[in-house]
């Protein structure tokens, strides 16, 4: 997971993080049942260095209280920027180190409180952070439209005359390009009156999620009576006995469906209220509206759609192999698409392998990177264990003004190195765009965000497959990449494919009920597993438990990073003349271009279906692999 250091991305991170990596909830769900330590019984190597942050809380105070005199000073700056380059380049400056020193504010205590989420103190720490940081950004709600209503004409001569103006070209035109879509004051003013209403079916639909849905217990694979929860969800699905499978999916999915029309009724609102913006701003379509936001061209999203729909005949063999495997007689069900092809062959890691299996298998990256990396295992960028009150998953985090910090919560099992690894991915994404770029490009759009982690988990994976000779352990790891490559890949396009559709379907005025999005959903279901998958009729109603829909065409972006990175993980591999070295550019580049430009600079043009079908491509090879070792072990014929 990627942790924007700005405070409003929260809530969207965390629960994509919760639905997209069921590794994480297993994690958290294993926690329970081993030792949990304390903190103070951990060594020192093994904990996060925040005193390098501030030495104690008594200087983080000092830092507060100076940074709580910035708010009203900044706000002082109102009604000025059109004064001229010389005030403007001032208040940018102002602006800009102002951010970062409450960033660093912010992620201290962020850190400190997710170390044990049991201490008072921190958690009061990280309250009076955030209030700091909506105070100033209330304090400077004023900056952007300011700096919008400056005419272009303008800003480029003052960009001409000073070079340090200059340097903010990019920052101005990704503001300024949206100008065409701005309205009137008094219509802005009547849209953001009008967001209090349109967010409510968002809001609704995560109390109906979190509060008032009530799941049923199950008996658990030992006898034992088991309470369903969202988060248990992927760990019941990972058993090996396709009862408990059964039963899980009909309690969780159950309970959705008994809610259908109330959740089918928010679904509609929010759909409805894309439109409502779509249409206020002229917009072509609603997707048109929501990638214009990260100046993402329709193609990149229809790309992937289409070049995944000419190679679902991947899918259905997966699912056919599946099928085959655990003696699924009458075929692949959704609640049969999760666990592991072998059980009970799970490779085990201490901390200390898992670097140093990551260090040998990112050598492709190159001397810089690597040393980047040492420097930060030595100099403790990484919270490794789980102690009690930690908060579970994994995240990096850190800002502009600090080193990276990794959260982990390593137990030892491969994907808690696999873990490692993308986080690593972030964090050195982070270091390398931190000192190639000043303060206003140091951060990275989320479009890229994942390729940067996913590179590195590719890269491990194809270390790991070259070098595990046991063919059942190899078989085993060979069904974890699988199966995260189905749900990154192939799961996440199906999402992007209904949510496309039941937005073009209220476009055209049809309607949303829990009718039409079950028929749409099984549509879509049928088509991407094959006649070897047999769809229940609960399944219509999957798309109760989705959070993701309620974010505005959002998911595509695991598919689309998950394909750039196995594009330029294959290049790198191979050897490529100059692919490192354009790999390494793009991660030094932070958001000084847009997020498509970069990726083209490091030879990605993810309007073209060439990585896609990279990505379709590493599937395949699994899917070969997988098929070979079965045989090799008598269980394929
Ligand atoms: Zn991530």
């Known amino acids: 997971m990627f942790r924007h250091p700005i405070w409003q991305d929260w809530k969207r991170t965390a629960m994509a993080v919760l639905m997209s990596l069921p590794s994480i909830a297993l994690a958290a769900g294993e926690e329970k049942e081993k030792k949990v330590l304390e903190r103070s019984d951990i060594e020192k190597k093994y904990t996060w260095a925040t005193e390098g942050i501030f030495s104690d809380d008594k200087a983080w105070e000092a830092e507060y209280a100076a940074v709580e005199k910035k708010v009203p000073e900044m706000a002082a700056f109102k009604r000025t920027p059109m004064n001229g380059a ?44 955030q209030t700091l940081a909506v105070n100033y950004s209330q304090a400077t709600s004023w900056f952007q439209p300011e700096l919008t209503a400056i005419p272009f004409e303008k800003l480029d001569s003052w960009m001409r005359e000073k070079s340090d103006l200059e340097s903010y070209r990019q920052y101005f035109d990704n503001l300024l390009r949206r100008k065409k ?74 309970a959705y469906a008994a809610h259908r029309n109330t959740a089918a009724a928010l679904l509609n609102g929010a759909v409805q209220a894309h439109i409502f913006n779509m249409k206020a701003r002229s917009y072509p379509s609603c997707l048109a509206a929501s990638l214009d936001g990260g100046n993402i061209p329709i193609e990149v999203y229809n790309n992937l759609i289409k070049t995944v729909n000419e190679n679902l005949p991947l899918l259905h063999r997966y699912a056919d192999l599946r099928k085959r495997v655990l003696a699924l007689q009458d075929g ?41 990396m040492k420097k930060g295992f030595e100099s403790r960028w990484v919270d490794v264990y789980p102690t009690k009150g930690k908060r579970s998953g994994a995240y990096s985090s850190g800002t502009f003004l600090t080193q990276p910090y990794i959260l982990l919560n390593f137990h030892g099992a491969y994907s808690d190195v696999s873990t490692l690894a993308h986080e690593m991915g972030h964090s050195m994404h982070s270091l390398f765009s931190r000192k190639n770029q000043p303060y206003v490009y140091s951060d990275y759009d989320i479009f890229c965000a994942e390729v940067a982690s996913t590179c590195n988990e590719i890269l491990l994976q194809n270390y790991i497959l070259a070098n595990t000779t046991d063919p059942k352990q190899k078989l085993y790891l060979l069904s974890e990449f699988l199966e995260s490559m189905r749900g990154t890949i192939f799961r996440q396009t199906m999402f992007s494919e209904f949510e496309q559709r039941i937005h073009e379907m209220a476009e055209k005025g049809e309607p949303l009920t829990a009718d039409s999005l079950g028929v749409a959903y099984g549509a879509i279901m049928k088509k991407y597993y094959g006649s070897s998958y047999k769809h229940d009729a609960l399944t219509d109603n999957y798309w109760a438990r989705i959070p993701h829909f309620y974010y505005n065409f959002y998911v595509y972006k695991y598919a689309t990073s998950y394909c750039a990175a196995s594009n330029i993980a294959s290049r790198i591999g191979k050897g490529e003349q100059g692919a490192r070295d354009a790999y390494l550019g793009f991660l030094k580049s932070g958001s000084s271009k847009y997020p498509i430009d970069l990726l083209k600079a490091a030879r990605v043009d993810m309007t073209s279906p060439e990585p896609i079908r990279d990505g379709m491509k590493l599937f395949k090879d699994l899917l070969d692999q997988t098929e070979a070792v079965m045989k090799e072990l008598g269980m394929l014929q």
Do not use: W
């Not at 001032?90 to 049991?118: F, G, N």
């Open 86 to 129: 010389d005030q403007l380049l001032k208040v940018l400056k102002a602006k800009d180190e102002t951010d970062a020193r409450i960033e660093k504010v912010y992620v201290y205590t962020s850190l400190i409180a997710d170390q044990d989420t049991r201490v008072g103190a921190a958690q009061a720490m990280k309250a009076r952070a």
């Open 181 to 254: 879509y701005i309205l009137s004051p008094r219509e802005e003013e009547l849209l953001a009156m009008a967001g209090e209403v349109t967010s409510t079916p968002d809001n609704a639909y995560n109390l109906l999620k979190n509060a008032d849905l009530k799941f049923p217990s199950i008996k658990d694979a030992d006898g034992k009576m088991a309470e369903l929860s969202d988060s248990a969800f992927y760990i019941m699905l990972d058993s090996a006995d396709r009862r408990v499978r059964k039963e899980a999916y009909e309690g969780i999915v159950g």
């Open 332 to 372: 692949t069900h959704d609640y049969d698409l999760y666990c592991p092809l072998i059980a009970g062959q799970a490779p085990e890691y201490t901390y200390e392998k898992g670097v140093d299996t990551i260090t040998t298998a990112l050598k492709p990256l190159g001397d810089d990177y690597l040393s980047g």
